[in-house]
């Protein structure tokens, strides 16, 4: 079975960094363009970055500068390292993955082939 697996969230101060991990299994890492969205309370949920196989990037203009993606193919993970978060960054940040590429990853929520259960994310003024 497929599963997305994803760790890191939890409870930090505006200002401060987290680092969220997505581990992949039952799926060719390679194969798949693998990346976020997050979800506020009464908010639609939303495209944040993707990370494909051949490590282009894609980041929605809110995170830009502040977050950074990267694929560990060795260790079979994905990593989004968050820093400067902010109060607007609290959500529900789910994992997810398609074939293949990033393009159109902020217009993708009904396109996506699995996903994570998601891990909150709060972060306190």
């Known amino acids: 079975e497929v599963q997305l697996v994803e760790s890191g969230g939890g409870l930090v101060q505006a200002g401060g960094s987290l680092r969220l991990s997505c581990a992949p299994s039952?799926?060719?890492?390679?194969?798949?363009?693998i990346g976020w969205f997050r979800q506020a309370p009464g908010k639609e949920r939303e495209g944040i970055s993707c990370?494909?196989?051949?490590?282009?990037?894609w980041y929605v203009d809110s995170v830009k500068s502040r977050f950074t993606i990267s694929a560990d193919s060795a260790k079979n993970t994905v990593n989004l390292h968050m820093n400067s978060l902010k109060p607007e960054d609290t959500g529900v940040y789910y994992c997810?993955?398609?074939?293949?590429?990033?393009?159109?990853?902020?217009?993708?929520?009904?396109?996506?082939?699995?996903w994570g259960k998601g891990t909150l994310v709060t972060v306190s003024s």
């Open positions: 990370i494909s196989g051949d490590n282009s990037t």
């Open positions: 039952g799926i060719a890492f390679d194969d798949y363009a």
């Open positions: 997810a993955a398609r074939a293949i590429i990033c393009t159109g990853w902020d217009d993708a929520v009904y396109d996506m082939d699995y």
